[in-house]
């Protein structure tokens, strides 16, 4: 390669080297390395060697999205809610499944945090805090606002015909009574730790899936989104 291909090649490269630079150094230099080699096996067909640069793309996206892949994989390995919500919420700008996943994740992670937030609030507010049956069959785990008209209970709402709220699902029309008595602790831990380790397998499950198994490799070139068309994928 003659000395200007080779310096114009280099610059690049150590472009990408600074813009990922968060990355881990194994990760980034192979996967620089790999970028190399593509340069040089295009290089063999044509001498353009900025042309060659362009259809890459520019050094500073594809380190962002080199620097973001390896960030979703890490989080993927991860037992953390909040690292893999992180991750689920980058993933969620990608498209309908990212979007999905972290949907159904931040669902189940508000579960247990209703669950356990009630274990705390019943000593202090035993009357309010409860398993409650109300109108149309109405089966909510939460706080009641202690109104006998129109009130709300806020929590896990369950209904007949298959209707799950988060939140509440309005004022009753009638009243509330309370059916779990001293077992509302039992729930709460048992149903909290439920929704809690189900929804981390669930989010390490889909985030595994979608980004692969844990691995020290850096994440191939074809799996980073190139800035321009001449990537291969």
């Not at 973001?68 to 890490?74: A, D, E, H, T, Y």
């Not at 799996?223 to 990537?231: D, I, K, N, P, T």
Request: one cysteine or more; proline letters at 6%.
């Amino acid at each position: 390669m003659p000395a200007k291909e080779f310096e114009l090649v280099e610059r690049y490269l150590d472009e990408i080297r600074k813009a990922a630079a968060d990355a881990p150094d194994a990760e980034r230099n192979e996967f620089i390395e790999e970028i190399r080699s593509h340069i040089i096996d295009r290089l063999a067909v044509t001498n353009d060697v900025e042309a060659v640069l362009r259809a890459i793309g520019d050094p500073q996206q594809l380190a962002a999205q080199f620097t973001s892949q390896v960030g979703l994989r890490r989080e993927a390995r991860s037992f953390s809610p909040w690292s893999l919500l992180r991750g689920m919420l980058r993933w969620s700008v990608a498209g309908t499944a990212g979007l999905l996943s972290f949907l159904l994740a931040g669902f189940g992670y508000g579960c247990a945090i209703v669950f356990f937030s009630s274990l705390l609030l019943k000593p202090l507010y035993p009357d309010r805090v409860g398993l409650w049956l109300g109108p149309e069959s109405t089966i909510t785990y939460g706080f009641w606002d202690g109104r006998l008209v129109n009130s709300n209970v806020y929590g896990i709402s369950v209904r007949p015909a298959f209707q799950l709220s988060l939140g509440t699902l309005g004022a009753t029309d009638g009243p509330v009574r309370e059916i779990a008595g001293r077992h509302i602790y039992t729930i709460g831990v048992l149903f909290g730790a439920l929704a809690l380790f189900g929804t981390t397998l669930f989010s390490r499950w889909v985030m595994r899936r979608r980004f692969g198994p844990p691995k020290q490799n850096a994440p191939p070139m074809h799996e980073v989104r190139a800035a321009g068309s001449g990537l291969p994928r």
